[in-house]
């Protein structure tokens, strides 16, 4: 059995290029490095109608994403939608009457939820709630709505 | 009629003596470990036969296999007008399917054979009851180490499979075809989740490395120690391991991305 130094280097860097290798794939590939769940803060909204949105779904203000939905529940007694969401921490003067909406990302997109900020000067504690909602836009129902109201007028 | 039945059963208990072998086997073998952990050099060499010398093969399929995925990849999307997620699409099969599974069958092809055939050898030129002889166990000093060094070595190849692949599918992507880089990165970076994907690749190889090892280092224990014998084992090394990683990798991606 040779012990040789050059095997050691060899197998040093086999090792180490496999580490590097897996680095790369979790701060280059994935979303680690880009959104992380530490510096945040939590606040809920509850709509009439969440549609779509999905866990993970991304929380975005004027364009520009600053964190996630990291819960979708049904409220028993008043038959709403609670979504809380984690918001970067860097982000924290939201005002609080900002309004919150539920776009679609393109026609067929994903959905996500839009923060619109107000005009107040006091700003969003954490767990605090957004009051101002604006549900979700069912395709379906839309369709349904102006179908109906088509067949109205040619009555 | 009754010679047929006959055979069924004496094949079905042959088979069933065989993984009761192999488990008793395992079990020696992850007795062995506290003896490795004492003797690290022993590691080190096999880190070097199994991991180092599977090194070339296995970055330069991942390079290849990125490079086909990319183009592939980029010729079905731009039917759509999607060229920009070609990032999410290379690198999700990358790091959830191929990465783990195409390294590992490539891992029991160049060393599961090449430890079965050295095991068989070994047996078959009495090294090991040589050993038995001197009071050393065998299963301590040869095929732990070897073990050991599967499970260390399969996740860092198959790491490197996937980083290596990303990369040819980004040279094929947006070097030669012209998908946008910043879009190609961001929508990748968007779409593939730590834990989801890349923790859940990891532990898939590892899975498979284990199950490639035990096969490999099973069959060249077990093996007949003939010249016959051993080509035999190292056959059914190569077949085994392909079965159990593909069957495998289907429990477990059923296991892991079931629920989205």
């Known amino acids: 059995m040779q012990h040789t130094t050059t095997q050691d280097t060899l197998v040093g ?143 | 009629m009754i010679q047929l039945i006959q055979n069924l059963g004496k094949s079905t208990r042959v088979s069933f003596t065989k993984l009761g072998r192999a488990s008793y086997f395992l079990i020696q073998i992850i007795f062995g470990i506290t003896s490795v952990l004492v003797r690290p050099r022993l590691l080190l060499n096999q880190l070097y036969s199994v991991g180092v010398l599977s090194f070339l093969i296995i970055t330069i399929s991942g390079l290849f296999v990125g490079m086909v995925l990319g183009l592939q990849g980029y010729y079905t999307l731009s039917d759509f007008g999607a060229e920009e997620t070609l990032g999410v699409m290379v ?65 860092l190849l198959a790491g490197l499979f996937s980083a290596v692949g990303i990369i040819g599918g980004e040279m094929i992507g947006s070097g030669l075809l012209g998908v946008d880089e910043g879009a190609f990165w961001a929508q990748m970076q968007a779409g593939i989740d730590f834990y989801d994907d890349i923790i859940n690749g990891v532990i898939k190889s590892v899975v498979f490395g284990f199950i490639a090892s035990w096969i490999a280092l099973f069959e060249g224990y077990d093996a007949i120690p003939t010249s016959e014998g051993v080509s035999r084992a190292t056959t059914r090394t190569v077949v085994n391991s392909a079965f159990s990683i593909l069957g495998l990798d289907f429990i477990l991606t059923a296991l892991m991305f079931g629920d989205n």
């Open chain 2, 91 to 155: 690198a999700a099969s990358l790091v959830r399917e191929l990465g783990p599974v195409v390294s590992a069958l490539l891992f029991a092809g160049r060393a599961g054979s090449a430890l079965t055939a050295e095991i068989g050898l070994m047996k078959a030129t009495e090294q090991l009851s040589g050993m038995e002889m001197m009071a050393v166990d065998p299963v301590k000093r040869i095929i732990t180490p070897r073990f050991l060094a599967g499970l260390i070595s399969m996740p």
């Open chain 1, 13 to 155: 860097l086999f090792v180490a290029s496999g580490i590097a290798g897996l680095f790369f794939l979790a701060l280059h590939v994935s979303n680690l490095s880009s959104f992380s769940d530490q510096d945040s803060y939590v606040i809920t909204a509850r709509f009439e109608n969440s549609g779509g949105l999905k866990v993970k779904s991304p929380v975005s203000a004027a364009g520009v994403k600053i964190g996630k939905v990291t819960s979708i529940s049904f409220d028993t007694k008043t038959y709403e939608s609670v979504v809380q969401m984690n918001i970067d921490a860097k982000y924290n003067t939201l005002p609080d009457d900002t309004t919150a909406s539920i776009f679609t990302a393109g026609l067929l997109g994903e959905q996500y939820v839009n923060l619109e900020p107000g005009g107040s000067e006091e700003y969003l504690k954490p767990n605090g709630k957004i009051e101002i909602t604006q549900s979700a836009i069912i395709l379906e129902k839309a369709i349904g709505q102006f179908l109906f109201k088509s067949a109205e007028e040619k009555k």
